[in-house]
């Protein structure tokens, strides 16, 4: 089966030639003196993707989940009270990590569909008047429902409650493919990978860390070793690694930031745009439903599509493979057999999106769907030459 074919899940997403190239290299000696002029500039040029200047960029060997443990083991002790809301299976394991740390979850449960509920977190905010809770958690794109939520109003919220709890955030599939402002949005801790917006392969976790997240990392008593923010912040302050770092993910970094700065970072929001909304219109012409409740929760890095009644989401995404060689994201949790997930996110163009749609189109006739074959790509394909004269008007 050919590897051209791209990939549709909401992660690890397809990496461009440019960055398996920048990937494949020789081993270097990270203790020589050149390792230094690598790693110093990759960390401060990542600083513009979190939108932050204040903050501190941390990476480990990891996936994202990693760094989910980094972000909680550096700043909390056990039996800390922390507020998370649980809407999907990412925030779901979000939940799991930090009552496996003994940390005391309070969870708030919202619909699959919804996002972080910034009224909910301001009452039980405000109702803690001893500032128990120690930090909020929030995912900012929920990868199981298509959901992004909004983390201005999460911390909106905690200002208006008064209350100082550190904001944590999950952006690993949002980032570097729709605006983060973790200045703006006062985020304590930005968690990402690379194997999402970066377009890299998996195995490195990506932290922004504030200064008020790194005082809270002075008495915060959770063990931590390989992950401590202290060790890494010491090594990587004179060029240097606590232990062998991932270099080649480091090289594959510093391309994909150049990458995505040429393009420009507002050029590459839009276009994540623009294709979400060419696959939303398809799935509108399909007359079926994205489990995201509102438009201002949709997603533009993944839509999660419910199937119609009395069709199961998982063979559709099994024939999509067996028969075209093409993967789509599965329903996860809650929504599995209910739903699949179309991947928007990365290195992608209105012709990938367009094959993928033809594709899931052919999938879903060959299992007697009730779509019409082509009427999702026509629909997609109008909105992108729409989209495209409206941008050529606007520039001229
Ligand atoms: C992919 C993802 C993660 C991290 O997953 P890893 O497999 O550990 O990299 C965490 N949160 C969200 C929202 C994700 O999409």
Redesign the pocket.
């Known amino acids: 089966m050919s590897d051209q074919n791209p990939v549709f899940i ?2 690890p997403t397809n990496i461009p030639d440019r960055l398996r190239r920048a990937m494949m290299m020789q081993t270097r000696d990270h203790r020589a003196p050149d390792f230094v002029e690598t790693l110093r500039p990759v960390l401060e040029q990542s600083k513009k993707v979190f939108g932050t200047k204040d903050g501190q960029i941390i990476t480990f060997p990891a ?4 760094g ?1 443990e980094a972000a909680v083991t550096n700043t909390l002790s056990p039996g800390d009270k922390v507020l998370i809301a649980r809407y999907g299976m ?1 925030s779901h ?1 979000w939940i799991d990590l930090c009552q496996r740390h003994g940390l005391d979850v309070q969870i708030i449960e919202c619909d699959w569909g919804t996002g972080a509920p910034a009224a909910e977190f301001e009452k039980v905010l405000k109702a803690d008047t001893t500032h128990a809770i120690k930090s909020v958690m929030v ?1 900012h ?3 199981a429902t298509g959901v992004l939520s909004d983390i201005g109003a999460v911390r909106r919220a905690m200002n208006a409650a008064g209350h100082p709890a550190l904001l944590m955030v ?1 952006a ?2 949002s980032l570097a493919s729709v605006p983060f402002k973790m200045d703006d949005w006062g985020v304590d801790i930005c968690v990402s ?1 690379s ?2 917006g970066f377009m890299l392969t ?1 195995g490195m976790a990506i932290l922004a860390v504030s200064p008020k997240a790194l005082a809270a990392m002075e008495t915060a008593k959770l063990p931590r070793t390989f992950f401590d923010f202290r060790d890494m912040m010491k090594a990587n302050a004179t060029g240097g690694f606590p232990y062998t770092p991932p270099l080649q993910l480091i090289f594959g970094l510093k391309e994909s930031l150049d990458m995505l700065f040429e393009e420009g970072l507002d050029n590459v929001y839009a276009r994540h745009h623009r294709l979400a909304e060419g696959v939303r219109r398809a799935v509108a012409a399909w007359g079926l439903k994205l489990v995201a409740q509102s438009p201002d929760l949709y997603s533009d890095t993944v839509s999660a599509i419910y199937v119609p009644e009395g069709f199961n989401s998982n063979a559709l995404t099994d024939h999509a493979f067996h028969a075209y060689g093409v993967s789509f994201g599965v329903g996860l949790g809650q929504m599995n057999g209910k739903a699949f997930r179309i991947g928007h996110l990365g290195m992608l163009t209105e012709v990938m999106v367009l094959s993928g749609l033809a594709t899931i189109e052919m999938a879903m006739a060959d299992l007697d769907y009730p779509v019409k074959l082509g009427s999702g790509v026509a629909a997609a394909q109008d909105y992108f030459r729409k989209s495209r004269a409206d941008a050529v008007k606007s520039a001229a």
């Open positions: 909401p992660g996936s994202g989940t990693g989910w990412f394991r995912t794109n929920e990868t999950d690993v599939s990978g194997q999402k998996t």
